[in-house]
């Protein structure tokens, strides 16, 4: 079993900055990449960044390439999402996830994310 906690949401103004962590603990021998996805009210949940554990490969929605960030620190098997440049359209909750190698999904329990002035 794998758990996962994230924090560091909450509200900022557009064009703002927040970065959001994530830690995994438990059985994380089976993690092969971890990452995040959004859901806006009335939206399906969204893909937005991941990363395999394994070689620190990384992969972008079109929506957030070149304003988001996600990096990784294996030692405290964590990883975080830096949102720069941030829109109204940004707003959703967040969800970290840990993956197996078999495509299991572990799921953090959610932040919210508002971009308004």
């Not at 970065?19 to 859901?39: E, H, K, V």
């Not at 990096?71 to 967040?94: C, H, I, W």
Request: aromatic share 10%.
């Amino acid at each position: 079993q794998v758990r996962v906690v994230e924090s560091g949401g909450g509200l900022v103004q557009p064009g703002g900055s927040l970065r959001l962590s994530c830690t995994a603990s438990g059985s994380i021998f089976r993690i092969n990449d971890m990452g995040w996805y959004r859901q806006a009210p009335g939206k399906e949940r969204e893909l937005v960044a991941s990363i395999r554990t394994a070689g620190g490969s990384t992969n972008y929605a079109d929506s957030v390439k070149g304003r988001f960030t996600i990096f990784r620190d294996n030692g405290q098997n964590t990883v975080y999402l830096q949102m720069n440049s941030l829109k109204p359209e940004d707003t959703a909750v967040y969800y970290c996830y840990a993956g197996t190698k078999l495509d299991n999904k572990y799921w953090g329990q959610g932040t919210q994310v508002t971009v308004s002035s």
